[in-house]
């Protein structure tokens, strides 16, 4: 049976720090890493030789990314400005550099993410921290395969399978504390939330689904209304309920992408554990978040309902550079104001963007020449993700039904 996180809905993110925590609040970065896609079969063009990774601590602590697309300098500086422009000794190409907290090449395992780029997140998460780890860039870059993962291949399974089975194994073997684990599942199609989880009705297309909205109250807590949390014991019923949601998905086949997710998705596990000698309580959330892919539509000449589909999720991608942007800015003492409200997506994801959380974000690369363009972008964006600064505050209280039963 669903559980709903009460009558106003699922606190997504919060401007202040919980009362009774712990700790101070831990302050990092956005963790940021490079993931380049293996060529498609019959690729006309792959770069075989336009990247190489740089390990030089000399020059740079970061794992360097350079790219070298076959376009003369000229047409390079007319398409990106202001990216970093530099000529390789003895090469008479552009190229561009950037770094990385780990660069992940087209030969490197799932579990190899997973270890990488999520075990610290979800190991924080089980100690009572928010936690985010998002997949960013264009449309069939592997975005969904690193969140979700193939269907082909046990081994081939993605970042949330293995994050559940990785929660579930912790919360068995630790007998300190008792856990109690739920999921959600919330896709924004055409700035529209809808559950994804939900079996009440027999839906036969997305809009049947209930539909979510989103509610701030005085705190500058966004509340998401009408998403249930159904709870799972172990990680076999999490991962149905997974596949429950990944069903009900909208993708569609586009010029660019033979199954295009059509929007932006969120798995969300509430992670609530209680110590068997303490008074405590720790409530936690881990945001796992499969954006949909930007598109230039000049180039895929989509119509229709893919062409309103792409003008959504691009504008919503543009909100999400604004309230990056937006961030550094503030950084800097040059702004006061973060857009949050422009979209749902900014919205839900305000602590995972500059706030209560530890975040983490997986850029996502194609490396064939007619794509190259939109891998530097993607690059360049992940470049101002990795200076946004979050404070992580452990969500931890007291018990008051715990304390009064020892005072008796």
């Known amino acids: 049976m669903a559980e709903d996180d009460g009558s106003d809905g699922a606190a997504a993110s919060s401007g202040h720090a919980p009362p009774g925590n712990a700790l101070p609040g831990q302050s990092s970065t956005i963790q940021v890493f490079a993931r380049i896609r293996p060529p498609r079969r019959g690729a006309s063009s792959y770069l075989k030789n336009r990247y190489e990774i740089e390990h030089d601590a000399s020059l740079s602590p970061l794992p360097q990314l350079i790219l070298r697309p076959s376009w003369s300098q000229d047409a390079l500086s007319r398409k990106l400005k202001d990216a970093q422009i ?9 190229s561009y550099r950037f770094g990385f ?29 928010n936690g985010a780890i998002f997949a960013y860039g264009q449309t069939g870059s592997g975005k969904t395969f690193t969140i979700t993962g193939g269907a082909q291949r046990y081994a081939d399974r993605g970042l949330i399978p293995r994050v559940l089975q990785h929660i579930f194994k912790h919360a068995a073997n630790d007998i300190s504390r008792h856990y109690e684990i739920s999921v959600s599942y919330l896709e924004i199609y055409n700035e529209c939330g809808y559950d994804l989880l939900d079996q009440s009705r027999d839906a036969k297309k997305l809009e049947d689904l209930p539909k979510v909205s989103l509610q701030e109250d005085a705190d500058e807590v966004v509340h998401v209304r009408n998403l249930a949390a159904y709870p799972a014991s172990n990680e076999e019923q999490a991962l149905n309920l997974l596949f429950v949601g990944d069903t009900n998905r909208i993708i569609a086949e586009t010029p660019s992408n033979p199954a295009s997710s059509r929007s932006h998705c969120l798995f969300i596990i509430n992670i609530e554990s209680k110590g068997q000698t303490t008074d405590t309580i720790r409530r936690s959330r881990l945001h796992l978040v499969d954006l949909a892919g930007s598109e230039r539509v000049s180039r895929t000449h989509i119509r229709g309902n893919l062409l309103k589909e792409a003008k959504y999720i691009n504008l919503s991608l543009h909100y999400l550079e604004q309230v990056i942007l937006a961030l550094y800015e503030k950084s800097q003492g040059r702004r006061v104001h973060v857009p949050y409200r422009n979209s749902m ?64």
Do not use: Y
Not at 86 to 94: F, H, T, V, W, Y
Not at 101 to 129: C, K, Y
Not at 347 to 369: H, I, P, W, Y
């Open 101 to 129: 907290r780990g660069i992940l090449e087209p030969d490197v395992t799932q579990d190899h993410v997973f270890d990488t780029v999520a075990r610290g997140v979800v190991d924080s998460v089980l100690e009572g921290f």
């Open 86 to 94: 530099e000529r390789l000794s003895g090469n008479k190409e552009a």
């Open 345 to 408: 997506m900014t919205s839900v994801l305000r602590d995972s963007l500059g706030g209560n959380c530890k975040t983490t974000m997986v850029a996502t690369l194609a490396m064939e020449d007619e794509l190259v363009d939109e891998s530097i972008s993607t690059c360049r964006f992940a470049q101002r993700v990795a200076l946004i600064n979050n404070v992580a505050i452990r969500n931890e209280e007291l018990d008051p039904r715990l304390v009064i039963q020892r005072l008796k």
